[in-house]
Nanobody, 124 residues
Framework: QAQLQESGGGLVQAGDSLKLSCTAP????????MGWFRQAPGKEREFVAA????????TNAETVKGRFTISKDNAKNTVYLQMNSLKPEDTAVYYC?????????????????WGQGTQVTVSS
C-alpha cells in the first residue's frame, strides 16, 4: 500500500504563507489524482484542492480559491500545497491523499490512501 507523508506545517500568523509537501512512493503522484484535505477540531474532513494525474487540471475549494495553489513534481514524487494569505479559519490538520483517476476529486470517499497529516495553526 502506498505511503504518503506530509510535511511543512507549523504555527504562523494571519497573512503569512506556508508550503506543504507530500512525498509518495514512486509513480503514485504520476498515476493518481492527488488531493489535499483538512480537518479542524470538531469538524468533518473537508476538501481543499486536487490535481489531476496529468497535472493539467486543478480544483480548489471556494474557501481557498485565490490563496492556495496545488502543484506536483512527478520526478520528485511530491505534491505541494502553497498557502498564502492564511487566515485563522485555515487552522486544521492537513492531509494528502491519492485517488483513482476519474473518481470525484472533491469527495474524500474517492481517496483510498491517506497520509498521517500535518498541523497548520494560524494565529490572529
Amino acid at each position: 500500500q502506498a505511503q504518503l507523508q506530509e510535511s511543512g506545517g507549523g504555527l504562523v500568523q494571519a497573512g503569512d504563507s506556508l508550503k506543504l509537501s507530500c512525498t509518495a512512493p514512486p509513480r503514485t503522484v504520476m498515476w493518481y489524482t492527488m488531493g489535499w484535505f483538512r480537518q479542524a477540531p470538531g469538524k468533518e474532513r473537508e476538501f481543499v484542492a486536487a490535481i489531476s494525474r496529468i497535472g493539467t487540471s486543478t480544483t480548489n475549494a471556494e474557501t481557498v480559491k485565490g490563496r492556495f495553489t496545488i502543484s506536483k513534481d512527478n520526478a520528485k514524487n511530491t505534491v505541494y500545497l502553497q498557502m498564502n494569505s492564511l487566515k485563522p479559519e485555515d487552522t486544521a490538520v492537513y492531509y494528502c491523499a491519492a485517488a483513482q483517476p476519474g473518481s470525484p476529486a472533491t469527495s474524500p470517499t474517492s481517496y483510498t490512501t491517506w497520509g498521517q497529516g500535518t498541523q497548520v495553526t494560524v494565529s490572529s
